[in-house]
């Protein structure tokens, strides 16, 4: 049984070049993780997928367990066998988007959707109100039943707008159920033959004494690696970049760190240059739905008339499928016909973005170049 590993090989400050191995491939550190949610990176096959260069992506537990089910998958071979992806996969536990149905409720209909108790979490689902209770031990056995090769403990997502009494509270009860994922996790035996690891998610809303109890109580507990959650949800950069400053020096520096949600360029660079390791979000698929791609010199928004006659690629240089093939022109002409090849183009170039960029920041560790390579994205990105 292969197992969890991961190797620091070199850091040019605090940014850290390393490799993470699991039973299903080795990935090369810092790394950008496409987005799978319910199984399926958005509007791409698998092959898609590898062939842009991602190592590993994610699942949601949540949506997962929803639907088609983890019995399903279980039923399938594991969530690998059940989306044929060979890679690596990564599941959130859920905790976010369960939290997330109660986040603004302003009426008590919206309210009741979420009720915290000290053993877990009572839902009703968003699909059709069914009603849902998530424990510690429950989300770890929906983790086994779905194969990842890195699972997350179950935590409670504060509010970015949380006061520290509350904030504290969710952070307590996030301690209290790490330590009973981690027992869980002993005791449920992997369901495929190969070994998964497991990540504590360190929490405390923006407030720097409550991070820096988390990290140090999560960084103690019996964990493959440590992810920093309950940021990117609205707070200021400034502020994202303080609090990762603050936790550094607690983390372990001999296991991955992952920064949760976090995808843009810029943000990532910020993130690196504070040690983080690992990054997710939704937001190259998303954007891509939406007509805008990422280049080395900015955004743009295919959606805009000046591109309706540009036959240049979406950018020169670029290595991935549509920019080898089409112009800005005729994808311009599909998202406006809403025709899905446009926004599968759009999807393939901003993840095969990601790569490269990821790439690139790897190489600039490796030459001790970073902070060059970070001033000098930025300056022309931003342009």
Not at 56 to 63: A, F, Q, S, V
Not at 161 to 184: F, G, S
Request: glycine content about 8%; aromatic content about 10%; some cysteine.
């Amino acid at each position: 049984m292969q197992k969890f590993k991961f190797e620091l090989k070199k850091e040019d400050g605090k940014a850290r070049l390393g490799k993470i191995t699991t039973a299903h491939g080795e990935i090369e550190t810092p790394v950008f993780m496409p987005v799978g949610t319910r199984a399926s990176v958005k509007t791409l096959a698998p092959n898609e997928v590898e062939e842009i260069g991602a190592k590993i992506i994610l699942g949601n537990t949540y949506h997962l367990y929803l639907r088609p089910g983890t019995k399903v998958i279980q039923k399938s071979g594991g969530l690998h066998k059940f989306m044929k992806w060979d890679g690596p996969i990564l599941t959130d536990s859920g905790g976010f988007q369960v939290f997330s149905l109660g986040f603004g409720a302003k009426d008590q209909t919206s309210k009741k959707l979420v009720k915290i108790k000290e053993d877990g979490v009572e839902f009703r689902s968003h699909l059709d109100g069914s009603k849902h209770f998530f424990t510690p031990k429950s989300v770890i056995q929906m983790q086994k039943e779905i194969g990842a090769d890195i699972m997350m403990a179950f935590d409670e997502c504060a509010p970015a707008d949380a006061d520290k009494d509350y904030a504290r509270d969710a952070m307590a009860r996030t301690h209290r159920w790490a330590r009973e994922c981690v027992e869980a996790n002993k005791k449920v035996k992997p369901l495929y033959g190969y070994e998964q690891a497991l990540f504590g998610i360190i929490q405390g809303v923006t407030y720097k004494d409550l991070r820096v109890e988390s990290a140090k109580f999560i960084s103690n507990l019996d964990f493959d690696g440590v992810a920093i959650g309950g940021l990117a949800v609205g707070e200021p950069e400034k502020v994202r970049n303080e609090i990762l400053e603050t936790v550094e020096p607690h983390l372990p520096k001999d296991k991955p760190r992952y920064l949760m949600g976090v995808g843009f360029p810029q943000d990532i660079l910020n993130a690196v240059e504070r040690g983080v390791d690992m990054f997710d979000c939704v937001l190259p698929t998303r954007l891509g739905r939406n007509g805008t791609v990422w280049t080395y010199r900015g955004k743009l928004n295919l959606m805009n008339s000046p591109f309706i006659n540009d036959l240049n690629p979406i950018e020169k240089g670029c290595d991935c499928y549509a920019c080898q093939n089409f112009t800005r022109s005729y994808i311009a002409h599909l998202l406006r016909e809403s025709e899905i090849l446009g926004i599968r183009l759009t999807s393939l170039h901003n993840l095969r973005f990601m790569m490269r960029f990821m790439e690139d920041i790897r190489n600039s560790i490796q030459e001790n170049k970073f902070k060059t390579f970070k001033k000098d994205f930025i300056k022309k990105f931003e342009r």
